[in-house]
């Protein structure tokens, strides 16, 4: 497994942090996610090189920012 950190801004409750876990579960590739609002830390696993470009797109697309640890 390779694992993946980003800093992800402007999540501040549970309902943030689900609707990052929403569009990065999308993601190809992706097997486990954690994402919390209070760190502001989202940590990816998946099983191949992850694509990062479309992690961060994705976290857009939720409506945060993203950039890698």
């Given at each position: 497994?390779?694992?993946?950190?980003?800093?992800?801004?402007?999540?501040?409750?549970?309902?943030?942090?689900?609707?990052?876990?929403?569009?990065?579960?999308?993601?190809?590739?992706?097997?486990?996610?954690?994402?919390?609002?209070?760190?502001?830390?989202?940590?990816?696993?998946?099983?191949a090189?992850?694509?990062?470009?479309?992690?961060?797109?994705?976290?857009?697309?939720?409506g945060?920012?993203?950039?890698?640890?």
């Amino acid at each position: 497994m390779h694992t993946t950190e980003f800093t992800v801004t402007g999540m501040t409750c549970g309902n943030c942090e689900n609707h990052v876990r929403q569009e990065v579960g999308e993601v190809p590739g992706v097997r486990v996610l954690e994402v919390s609002a209070a760190s502001g830390l989202l940590r990816v696993e998946s099983e191949a090189q992850l694509d990062v470009a479309a992690v961060i797109a994705a976290v857009d697309e939720a409506g945060y920012e993203a950039t890698t640890v």
